[in-house]
């Protein structure tokens, strides 16, 4: 069973950066496709940030391209995003996908973001 381990959110203002990181502690397969979703303040559904396939394809969505970078390292079985040049859209909850995502012990607990004006 995967369990994740997040960190990195916090309260930040306008403009300001922060990084999350994601984790696998002890797991002895390693990840082969990783992802982090936003769940906005006030929404049920989570959207998709950034992925980062095991192939080296990676997406981001368009509300975040040239500001947030997704990167991963496969010996620490972890992941990263680097938020910059944030905004109060950018606030919510911020989780951590390993491989299946149809899985929910594929998800992490989630990380909050709170990005003031």
């Known amino acids: 069973q995967v369990q994740l381990v997040e960190s990195g959110g916090d ?8 990084r999350l990181s994601c984790a696998v502690p002890g797991s002895s397969s390693g990840v082969k496709n990783w992802a982090w979703f936003l769940q906005s303040p006030g ?5 998709l940030v950034a992925s980062f396939s095991s192939a080296g394809s990676i997406r981001y969505a368009d509300s975040v391209k040239g500001r947030f ?19 109060p859209e950018d606030s919510g909850i911020y ?6 995502r149809m899985r929910p012990e594929n998800w992490g607990p989630g990380t909050r973001v709170n990005v003031s004006s």
């Open 11 to 18: 309260v930040v203002q306008a403009g300001g950066s922060l």
């Open 69 to 87: 970078a997704i990167s991963r390292d496969n010996e620490k079985n972890a992941v990263y995003l680097q938020m910059n040049a944030l905004t």
């Open 43 to 47: 929404k049920d559904d989570r959207e």
């Open 95 to 100: 989780y951590c996908v390993a491989d299946d």
